[in-house]
């Protein structure tokens, strides 16, 4: 889903249904083209140093959601409320110019 191409919450819902919620901890976060991403942390890596030694390639992310949340995965993209949020707050990130870490 790219934030740049009319994005929909249903690509949103796909996104956040293709992901386990139960494999480990999960950051949203948006690149410098504004593409989503969902990325599954190494259990081994901690989520600063992670988004450290990826600073350079990411415009915004937000918190990171422990293993079993809801916040990721086929629960999370059926919470109708959760995913319109979600899509609100990552189209008013992008439009704005955010950049690093939201706490949302």
């Known amino acids: 889903m790219n934030l740049n191409n009319n994005p929909t919450q249903e690509q ?8 386990d919620d139960n494999a480990g901890r999960h950051i949203i976060r948006v690149d410098r083209r504004g593409e989503v991403h969902i ?27 422990g293993m079993g949340s809801g916040y990721v995965g086929p629960e999370a993209a059926k919470d109708a409320a959760y ?3 979600l899509f609100r ?16």
């Open 12 to 19: 949103l819902r796909e996104l956040l249904h293709s992901c």
């Open 39 to 65: 990325t599954l942390l190494p259990d081994d890596e901690m989520p600063a140093s992670w988004a450290k030694k990826m600073h350079n390639q990411i415009q915004f992310r937000y918190k990171t959601h």
């Open 89 to 104: 707050d990552l189209l008013q990130d992008w439009q704005s110019g955010s950049r690093g870490y939201i706490e949302k």
């Open 83 to 85: 995913v319109q949020l």
